[in-house]
């Protein structure tokens, strides 16, 4: 049997993002999802929104059907 697996190459926060410290953030997706890590990509609002900004994935880990990712935001475009 296979495992579903989606892959991103944006991060898309729907408003869900927790702040960890002052530029470190967590994020729980649903579904196994796949992620380019420590390279630069952006960050969304909604997945047709603009860009708020630029971020570097530090972890990615599958567990229960979901993905949580920790990220370090690298630059701010808006503070709206």
Do not use: C
């Not at 999802?33 to 420590?38: E, N």
């Amino acid at each position: 049997m296979g495992m579903p697996l989606e892959l991103n190459t944006m991060i898309v926060t729907k408003g869900n993002e927790k702040r960890i410290n002052s530029n470190d953030f967590s994020l729980i997706k649903s579904g196994y999802r796949l992620y380019p890590m420590d390279i630069p990509i952006d960050i969304r609002k909604t997945k047709h929104g603009e860009s708020i900004g630029t971020a570097v994935i530090k972890q990615v880990v599958w567990e229960k059907e979901s993905t949580k990712i920790t990220y370090e935001l690298t630059s701010l475009h808006s503070v709206n």
